[in-house]
């Protein structure tokens, strides 16, 4: 039976209203779960209950009392299922309802989420607002809610008992030396009557004496039990200190102490047990007894097992899941573990996996990722290697043992092996590639975030040199990848707090030797690694999509500062500036609008301006991501194609681009830098100068750092110049000091 006393307010429970009709619904018909199930749906699950439960109650309840106890209970469970907006916390209550009537005995709980398991979703149904599997879902959540009450509630309860119980040994021992036979009495009472296990034995171990509860606890006769020693009772699942507190107890260092212990059960099953073990003394304070109190826990425990296992490994694979992963990295990376300790970590990511997501849908990418986690966990082969999924299409493997940096690659190898072979699915042959991060090193060196920030790294340096591979962990390679995502985190504080600047570079009329504009370079001032070269930001600017405001920042500052050259009058001839455009900015809709703005506010006729795109931006461009350029153009705004000559175009192609100017690449030139000139540096430039001049295009020359440099590009027809040979890029007010004579070699 559940349990000896008898439940005789059974009428505290709500009872269901009289007069239930038709379910109530909200909004677009779904159920209101403030609205009464149906009576007959109610009382129909909640007979069903009864009849599946009232054989192991204890209550003093009749049957069709107990059913009228179950109908509140019944529609509490029923209005959880069918809510929108899902919370199991109410079941909890069902479950401590269920306890206070008395449905406590071991064979309970089973049969009462049997019942619910069977029959609650067909006699309540959530109608059609739930899909079946979420329906079924729904009810495994109430299912663990009521067994959690259940648990909650019945502990409680145990405590109490157990606190009564202890309170009344004691009073029996104190008792003993006055009227030994009352005390006797009224021990053997409450040690007979109670619910839980009790056993007393003496201080050398040997079992004296045990109640019936605690004989069906174990599933043998008493005579089996008394008579043992204590020490018998040893289960390899028994926690390091259990036997420890044990031995201080019978040395009466310690009176008491509690733990969660395992038995074996007479036909070899395992019992959990919430034990409590108290010592009792004699008059003179030496150990007498020990008096053990014990409730069984089995089925708290294997649910609580299975929670567990739900909650640490991955739905979709079985493999472990994220939290689990990182318990075992912790233990991996624990200092304690000593300095010889050493760890391997792959990082694994799957090549192009949005695209079958994307194109194929991702039911199929579902199953793709179930074949490859299979062959993933076959590939871990030793006890101290553990796969598991961190989530999407990334797997982690984690290594610990003295040969773990080498049997991390060779773990990675393996992966990308079992991975070569393509997967079926659906009558289709997916090929799977993956990049791997591998992280090796000592305890107490890294922490869980470094490492697998650094794997991380590491496996995006393998994607980014093709694919399919492994790569190692590299300290530079990591502090270069986090020092761009520090500049990435400043960039757009920066330009709020104008850290940019603008350097200027003159351009020099190839023969006069005049200054005829300057190049505006911007600069990144910043607080900690000082003056930034635009290679060392702009690329960042480009990703978060900051070049934008950023580039129209050095757009208005240059036209202010071109607008302050000509209005001074200092320069002796009018300075034009040239102005780089990013990809970005070229695809920006408001580019032609932004631009004729900036030229009205600063004052600035459009032939002061020119605006310079690189090749590798215009190549393959259509006549529809040309137009701005032309609109531009059309307004009298110079077009210079920049780094001519590193886009591999067909030299044809220039017939139909918008440009005014070619800024033919350093790299063609730097065999003029000395004499004699590189023979064919100079018949490649010329016949380039000779195209554009045809074309009625200027040409300008980037990177001329000798007079023997400029002196081969005047006499092969170069237009214009820069490069350190005339100045370094510098502050604007310098522009207008140069002349003839800082020409000439």
Same mark, same amino acid.
């Given at each position: 039976m559940c349990g000896e006393g008898r439940n005789t307010g059974a009428g505290e429970e709500p009872r269901a209203p009289d007069g239930q009709g038709e379910a109530r619904t909200g909004p677009a018909g779904a159920p209101d779960p403030d609205a009464p199930l149906g009576e007959e749906c109610v009382q129909a699950f909640a007979a069903v209950w009864s009849r599946a439960v009232y054989p192991a109650t204890a209550t003093s309840m009749t049957r069709a009392e107990f059913e009228r106890y179950l109908v509140p209970?019944?529609?509490?469970?029923?209005?959880?299922?069918?809510?929108?907006?899902?919370?199991? %916390?109410? /079941? +909890?209550?069902?479950?401590? !309802? &269920?306890?206070?009537?008395?449905?406590?005995?071991?064979? $309970? @709980?089973?049969?009462?989420?049997?019942?619910?398991?069977?029959?609650?979703?067909?006699?309540?149904?959530?109608?059609?607002?739930?899909?079946?599997?979420?329906?079924?879902?729904?009810?495994?959540?109430?299912?663990? %809610?009521? /067994? +959690?009450?259940?648990?909650? !509630? &019945?502990?409680?309860?145990?405590?109490?008992?157990?606190? $009564? @119980?202890?309170?009344?040994?004691?009073?029996?021992?104190?008792?003993?030396?006055?009227?030994?036979h009352t005390s006797e009495a009224r021990f053997r009472a409450v040690f007979e009557g109670a619910a839980i296990g009790v056993g007393i034995a003496d201080v050398d171990g040997r079992i004296m004496d045990v109640n019936d509860a605690l004989v069906r606890m174990f599933g043998s006769m008493a005579h089996d039990v008394t008579g043992r020693n204590v020490g018998e009772w040893v289960h390899p699942d028994d926690s390091p200190e259990v036997w420890g507190l044990y031995r201080?107890?019978?040395?009466?260092?310690?009176?008491?102490?509690?733990?969660?212990?395992?038995?074996?059960?007479?036909?070899?099953?395992?019992?959990?047990?919430?034990?409590?073990?108290a010592l009792l003394r004699d008059a003179n304070g030496r150990p007498q007894y020990q008096l053990a109190l014990m409730e069984d826990i089995t089925e708290r425990r294997l649910l609580h097992e299975r929670l567990r296992y739900e909650a640490t490994h991955d739905a979709l694979t079985g493999l472990p899941n994220r939290t689990l992963f990182f318990e075992a990295l912790d233990r991996a990376l624990d200092p304690e573990r000593g300095a010889a300790a050493r760890f391997g970590l792959c990082y694994l990511d799957l090549d192009g996996f949005k695209a079958v997501n994307d194109s194929l849908g991702h039911a199929v990418g579902d199953q793709l990722l179930v074949a490859v986690a299979e062959r993933l966990r076959s590939c871990a082969t030793g006890p101290d290697e553990i796969i598991a999924r961190l989530g999407g299409d990334e797997f982690v493997a984690l290594l610990t043992g003295p040969r773990a940096p080498s049997d991390a690659t060779a773990l990675a190898r393996r992966m990308l092996t079992a991975l070569a072979e393509p997967v079926h699915v659906e009558?289709?042959?997916?090929?799977?590639?993956?990049?791997?991060?591998?992280?090796?090193?000592?305890?107490?060196?890294?922490?869980?975030?470094?490492?697998?920030?650094?794997?991380?790294?590491?496996?995006?340096?393998?994607?980014?040199?093709?694919?399919?591979?492994?790569?190692?962990?590299?300290?530079?390679?990591?502090?270069?990848?986090?020092?761009?995502?520090?500049?990435?985190?400043?960039?757009?504080?920066?330009?709020?707090?104008?850290?940019?600047?603008?350097?200027?570079?003159?351009?020099?009329?190839?023969?006069?030797?005049?200054?005829?504009?300057?190049?505006?370079?911007?600069?990144?001032?910043?607080?900690?690694?000082?003056?930034?070269?635009?290679?060392?930001?702009?690329?960042?600017?480009?990703?978060?999509?900051?070049?934008?405001?950023?580039?129209?920042?050095v757009l208005e500052e240059s036209a202010r500062q071109a607008r302050a050259w000509r209005s001074e009058g200092k320069c002796l001839a009018p300075m034009r500036v040239?102005?780089?455009?990013?990809?970005?900015?070229?695809?920006?809709?408001?580019?032609?609008?932004d631009t004729v703005a900036v030229l009205e506010n600063a004052g600035l006729a459009p032939s002061a301006l020119c605006l310079e795109v690189t090749e590798n931006a215009l190549i393959g461009a259509d006549e529809e991501e040309l137009r701005p350029l032309r609109q531009l153009a059309d307004m009298g705004?110079?077009?210079?194609?920049?780094?001519?000559?590193?886009?591999?175009?067909?030299?044809?192609?220039?017939?139909?681009?918008?440009?005014?100017?070619?800024?033919?690449?350093?790299?063609?030139?730097?065999?003029?830098?000395?004499?004699?000139?590189?023979?064919?540096?100079?018949?490649?430039?010329?016949?380039?100068?000779?195209?554009?001049?045809?074309?009625?295009?200027?040409?300008?020359?980037?990177?001329?750092?000798?007079g023997t440099q400029a002196d081969h590009l005047r006499v092969l027809g170069c237009d214009t110049a820069q490069g350190w040979y005339y100045a370094r890029p510098g502050p604007p007010e310098r522009l207008c000091t140069l002349s003839l004579v800082d020409a000439v070699p």
């Open positions: 209970l019944a529609e509490r469970l029923g209005r959880a299922l069918r809510a929108p907006a899902f919370d199991p %916390a109410p /079941a +909890a209550e069902t479950g401590a !309802a &269920l306890v206070r009537a008395h449905c406590t005995d071991p064979d $309970a @709980l089973p049969l009462i989420l049997g019942a619910i398991d069977s029959h609650l979703v067909s006699h309540c149904p959530p109608g059609d607002a739930l899909s079946a599997e979420e329906a079924r879902a729904r009810c495994t959540s109430l299912q663990h %809610a009521v /067994a +959690a009450g259940f648990a909650r !509630a &019945l502990r409680e309860r145990t405590l109490v008992e157990q606190e $009564a @119980l202890s309170r009344a040994a004691l009073a029996a021992q104190a008792e003993t030396e006055k009227a030994l201080e107890l019978i040395r009466g260092d310690r009176d008491y102490y509690r733990v969660e212990k395992p038995y074996y059960r007479s036909d070899g099953s395992v019992l959990w047990t919430d034990l409590s073990v009558n289709r042959d997916l090929s799977v590639r993956a990049s791997i991060g591998i992280v090796d090193g000592g305890t107490g060196e890294l922490g869980p975030a470094e490492v697998l920030r650094s794997a991380d790294i590491t496996m995006y340096r393998a994607k980014a040199a093709g694919g399919n591979r492994y790569e190692l962990a590299d300290a530079d390679s990591d502090a270069r990848v986090i020092a761009r995502h520090s500049l990435t985190n400043c960039l757009p504080g920066a330009l709020e707090n104008g850290e940019f600047f603008i350097e200027y570079q003159p351009l020099v009329r190839l023969s006069d030797g005049t200054v005829r504009g300057a190049e505006a370079l911007v600069r990144w001032l910043h607080p900690l690694h000082g003056v930034l070269g635009p290679d060392q930001f702009i690329p960042l600017a480009e990703s978060t999509g900051l070049i934008v405001p950023l580039g129209r920042w040239n102005v780089n455009l990013s990809p970005s900015q070229l695809r920006y809709p408001s580019l032609v609008a705004v110079d077009i210079a194609l920049d780094d001519f000559g590193t886009g591999y175009s067909n030299l044809s192609y220039l017939r139909r681009l918008p440009v005014s100017t070619l800024k033919l690449d350093r790299s063609f030139t730097r065999g003029m830098q000395r004499a004699p000139a590189d023979p064919v540096d100079v018949k490649i430039v010329e016949g380039i100068v000779s195209l554009a001049h045809t074309l009625d295009l200027s040409v300008t020359v980037e990177g001329v750092e000798t």
